[in-house]
């Protein structure tokens, strides 16, 4: 028999790697993903690069795959150079109206356009869009206190449906519009977990900057329940900007999403991994 080589074996372990994925390739054709991408998780262009050829793969093997990203870095920045001084409360940013338009110059015209751009590189139809679009995300004032901060309260995601028909990619920025013509600032996770649920969908990606989420000790909890998430939120485990994402997460199972998963977005091929492989990364909430 011939001598394998290094180079062969490798070419070996990439052909069974494929052959591995059938299952989950089959499981997945016509499947509705919801991707949340924070403003965290994006990082260099590279790594931009391999969220965006990682989505084009998706879509290819028929998944429906929509992003719905975040921003919360860029607008930081964005704010700072103009002056503006920002502050949050319990994770919202205090957003009057010279901040919305700033947040909505960032998110749709900058971070929205750099991710559409990225998938189109890679050979996929991209289109961006907002909570805006279409009716898509109608919202409520959260809380006078906030100003233009918006709670999703009615969603009209038939434009979506519209765009996985035609092949397409949505690219969603998480702004809404309000029932008197205002524009609301959305958290990134909170319009994703509305549009996940609005579509029933398969999966929602939670992607962020930790592998998921860690218990008292710092290991990564890999299946959670609600119970579990009580318990530890309630004792300060869960904090920070870990908080609405598993609020987000479990609103979202309420509200009919198959199963949600926070995983670490900058680690290589994190998607592809979670949905078609044995290695599922992050945490996984499902439904009962
Ligand atoms: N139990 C926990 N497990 C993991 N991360 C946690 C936990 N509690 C708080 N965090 C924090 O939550 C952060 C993720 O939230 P955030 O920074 O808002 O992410 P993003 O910008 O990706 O939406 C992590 O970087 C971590 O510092
Ligand atoms: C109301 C509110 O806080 N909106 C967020 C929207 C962007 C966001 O959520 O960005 P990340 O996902 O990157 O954190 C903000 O203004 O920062």
Same mark, same amino acid.
């Given at each position: ?19 591995? +994925? ?11 993903? &919801? ?59 205090? #957003?009057?109206?010279?901040? $919305? ?40 004032? =959260? ?14 995601? @038939? ?12 690219? $969603? ?9 205002? =524009? ?7 319009? @994703? ?19 998921? &989420? ?10 959670? #329940? ?25 609103? +979202? ?13 900058? @680690? ?21």
């Amino acid at each position: 028999m011939k001598k394998q080589t290094a180079m062969n074996r490798d070419w070996i372990a990439t052909a069974r790697t494929l052959s591995e +994925a059938l299952p989950y390739l089959q499981r997945y054709t016509g499947a509705i993903v &919801v991707i949340k991408f924070g403003g965290h998780a994006m990082g260099d262009d590279a790594e931009m690069e391999s969220f965006a050829r990682d989505v084009v793969l998706m879509r290819q093997v028929g998944v429906n795959p929509v992003i719905v990203h975040g921003g919360g870095p860029m607008i930081n920045e964005m704010l700072a150079k103009l002056g503006v001084e920002s502050a949050f409360v319990n994770g919202k940013r205090v #957003t009057d109206a010279a901040t $919305v338009e700033v947040v909505e110059m960032v998110l749709s015209g900058r971070v929205n356009k750099r991710i559409v751009q990225a998938i189109n590189s890679q050979g996929g139809k991209a289109v961006g869009l907002s909570g805006k679009d279409a009716g898509m995300m109608v919202c409520n004032q =959260t809380d006078p206190a906030l100003g233009f901060v918006g709670t999703p309260a009615e969603m009209n995601p @038939a434009v979506l449906h519209q765009l996985f028909e035609a092949g397409m990619i949505p690219v $969603v920025a998480p702004l809404g519009s309000g029932r008197a013509g205002e =524009t609301f600032n959305v958290n990134g996770d909170t319009a @994703a977990g509305a549009v996940a649920a609005a579509l029933k969908a398969d999966r929602l990606l939670l992607l962020t900057d930790v592998a998921g &989420v860690k218990d008292a000790s710092g290991e990564v909890v890999t299946e959670l #329940t609600p119970e579990h998430i009580a318990e530890l939120t309630e004792a300060g485990v869960i904090a920070g900007g870990m908080i609405p994402k598993t609020e987000t997460a479990l609103a +979202a199972i309420a509200g009919g999403v198959r199963a949600v998963v926070i995983l670490d977005g900058r @680690a290589p091929n994190a998607c592809l991994l979670e949905l078609f492989t044995d290695h599922g990364a992050g945490s996984l909430i499902r439904r009962k």
